[in-house]
């Protein structure tokens, strides 16, 4: 970069170059530095066995048409392998029910029923809320307009539900999973299939309160397709594309390049030092790691109020989702389903996953484990060599800090996973080539997010908008004058939207 | 009939438990203690007065008083990151504190409001003593958390504390034995081989005179003690109490905790809490730090000018204006603050207190409104108040090194 940045954003993930891109395209000089050999964090799309490639993050339920347009993503490479991907509620005994976007197959009638008035009012609610996912939150007791106008807002759009489902929405919002599928449905396996979205991601299962129906309504603000979006090239074809927007827009994006840490000057963030020891200075730092690393490793607690780092510190920053990875020489088949090109859910009852996380908390893992497959393969066939497949699973419960350390605990993990599998593909074992399990830790490790946690510090109601990821640093901006955050630990959270990266740049450029 | 009781010496009474604990002097201080009148500090047994309060207060300014710091609470501090960590948490420059030097300083939350007040002792590059009148260990941990490299201890029971106040004390360590303490400069710190080990001198107190604060091993307690005494005869030695060291502090401009402000997080209404420009420690607070806790707040509240004020006040006649409301009119019509704490200063020969005062109003006419009883009937009356920015009572000799007579 021949001019010295306006902005430095540290860390490339997605919603670091959203950021960037946004950022840029309003004609600020924007410097990227990412850690790794590749953009794109969690998203970016990696070769785990020789000729098979896969993405941490492998669906893209959130993600937002006016993003892809905001920043030309398909004039960048960005397109689709799928925009209607179902989900699958698997039975052992081959009877599935599919979860096409607003409609059930193979459910009974009156859960048919149910699930129509159900996914009537969530969308209701969804609609609502969606544009405060969007929004810089409101800060209380600030006096300023804005803050009191998205306040009104937020209960303006409540009201307009009309009385009734704004009162069903103020009861509902922090029930557990498990009473919301109570109420509605009567089969286990249908209630295990739609609960699956309400936890997932948290330190949370069907019976914890505090943000079941959030969570529900967060994974419904995208609106790429009916089903579930999958990108060509793995969630990195969409990471490829970020990045090529915003370098297109002017940024920079430079990689292999770890920050060791702010500098702060007279109280005001003024540049970074890098691994390597070469100081960049720039009056404005943006961080996309999450909070515990951006405050208590990049910045440093001298320059910070004791109560405000005190409650960064205490974050809820555990990852409890592992990721797997298997290469297969071919298609396994699945017990009763003709072929395997959904999101499959290994859920047969909300029992079975409680049961799991039981084990979890304690610092376990149990035997059988609760998981959501894709074989993304199936659409793309970029992932792997002509004919072969790669299965790609989110596997709950593993606690970050398991008992004993993960080094001991690895295998019995993978093999946990892989009889889990089996229940339903009984030869997949056979099929496999190469494995790839990566735990919290191994998240934590790889992709420098604390706690391997995906959301950066936990998504749940006490931990959302104007308390995310707490006050005083809810606005984007922190009490360090000149330092910003734009990651998935400030408002609205994880999951790959870039909204988090765009309304910090929307906070960024409204300062000017 | 004879006339005559005989009292027996009140530790003889091995049937009456006091409940508290003794402090490392409790043999000596006891044996001095007419009445058994205690008080409770941190669970200590803390003498409200062992004689006279009265003559106890007046050898703080005339001779040398002897008070039992024990009980305060003692923190070590150390690590490479302790200096850093004390810098981040406290109002002053720890980074820039000389080594065998004190400092009095303040903690603030996040917002600006005093958690607690105490001293901080720099012994080297990364240790530190920190003493304060209440139990912050709590706060301490919070304040650590992000900083690696520091170990907090509690290490109160590990210190016993003297207090010897008064304008003989130099004279009185010097007769000791302790050559040199002429020379020590306020808040400085010196060592001296004593007992089984060393003993610490700083020149520190809360009397506003000249005066030393001695920290030794417990178990070289007692020996400090009656060596003190055998040799502090002719020096006009006196243990101190309670009731005495708080007309000492209120003459000196110094601050009690639970009695001129409440430690932030002990108070649950809003502004029941004190910022240190509120409670005139604005001359602690260095804003030539880049940063400390609530620097950001008490920036804001000074540039503002929109605060309280704690003022000395030198009120009109001779009854003490305790528990008074302050108002700005003599027809007590409009109510402006409320007095702290207050006496009739003997030395001063004044009537003083401290009032906290509304931000409108600290510059105006300021009254009291005084309940005084004569003989069981309750009397009201109006005083007016003036305010006095220097400390009621700071002798030259407190500050001169080497002080008089040395």
Known sequence: MSKTPDIIIVGGGHNGLVCAAYLAKAGRQVLVLEAASQAGGLGSTREFAPGFRASVAHTLPQLGRKLVADLALESHGFTLATDAMPSVALSTSGDHITIAGSTLIGASDSDTAAYTAY?????????AINPFWHKRPPMIGSGGLRDALTLGQFGWKLRTLGKDDMRELMRMIALPAQDLMDEFFSDPLLKAALSWDANIGSKLAPRSPNNAVLALLYRMCGDLGEGLPVARGGTGGLM?????????????????????????????????????????????????????TSFLQLLGAQHLDIQFTHRISRLRTDGYVAKLHLALDSLPEFNGLARPDGRL?????????????????????????????????????????????????????????????????????????????????????????????????????????????????????????????????????????????????????????GAAGHNAARAILEEN | MPLKATLQPADAIDHVHLGILPSPFHSRTSRLNR????????????????ADSHLEYFSTRNTCGVFDVSPMRKYRFSGTDAAAMLNRMVTRDVLAQAIDTVAYNVWCTDDGKVVDDGTIFRF???????????????????????FDAVDITDISADVAALSLQGPTSCALLKAMGFSGIEQCKPFQIMRFPFGSGDIMISRTGYTGDLGYEMWLAPEDAELLWDQLFDRGKIYGIQPMGDESLEMARIEAGFLAPDVDFHGSLHTVELNHDHSPLELGLGWILNFKKPFFSGRAALLAQKESGNYRRLLKLDIEGNKPADNSILYADKKCAKEIGYVTSAMWSPVVKANIGYGLVEAKYFEGPIWAEIYHQKELRWQRRVARC???????????????TPPPDC
Request: net charge negative.
């Open chain 2, 35 to 50: 009445n058994q009148l205690w008080g409770e500090w941190n669970g200590y047994a803390s003498a409200t007065y062992y």
């Open chain 2, 124 to 146: 080297s590059e990364d240790e530190f003593m920190l003493c304060c009148a209440d139990p912050c260990f709590d706060w301490f941990c919070l304040s650590a958390v992000g």
């Open chain 1, 119 to 127: 996914i009537q009012l969530m969308q209701k609610f969804a609609k």
């Open chain 2, 386 to 400: 003036t305010r006095v920015t220097k400390p009621f009572w700071s002798p030259e000799r407190a500050k001169a």
């Open chain 1, 240 to 292: 490829d594309a970020l990045a090529a927007a915003a370098t297109a827009q002017g940024a920079e994006v430079r990689l292999n390049c770890p920050v060791a840490g702010i500098i702060v000057d007279q109280g005001q963030a003024c540049g970074v030092e890098l691994a390597d020891g070469e100081l960049i200075r720039a009056p404005k730092i943006v961080s996309s790691a999450d909070p515990k």
């Open chain 1, 345 to 497: 859910l290994l859920t047969p009852d909300m029992a079975f996953i409680e049961n799991a996380y039981d084990a979890a908390k304690y610092g376990g893992y149990a035997r059988e484990l609760p998981m959501e497959v894709v074989i993304p393969s199936l659409q793309d066939d970029s992932l792997a060599p002509s004919g072969q497949h790669v299965l790609s699973a989110l596997v709950q419960y593993a606690p970050c800090k398991v008992k004993g350390g993960w080094d001991a605990h690895h295998n019995t993990f993978l093999d946990n996973a892989i009889a889990s599998l089996e229940r339903y593909a009984p030869d997949i074992r056979t099929h496999i080539i190469a494995s790839e399990l990566l735990t919290p830790y191994d998240l934590e490790q790889q992709y420098r997010v604390t706690g391997g946690h995906w959301h950066h510090a936990e998504f749940a109601l006490d931990n959302w908008w104007m308390n995310r990821p707490t006050y005083g640093a809810s606005q984007y901006s922190t009490p360090v004058p000149g330092f910003y955050l734009c990651g998935a630990g400030a408002h609205p959270g994880g999951g790959i939207m």
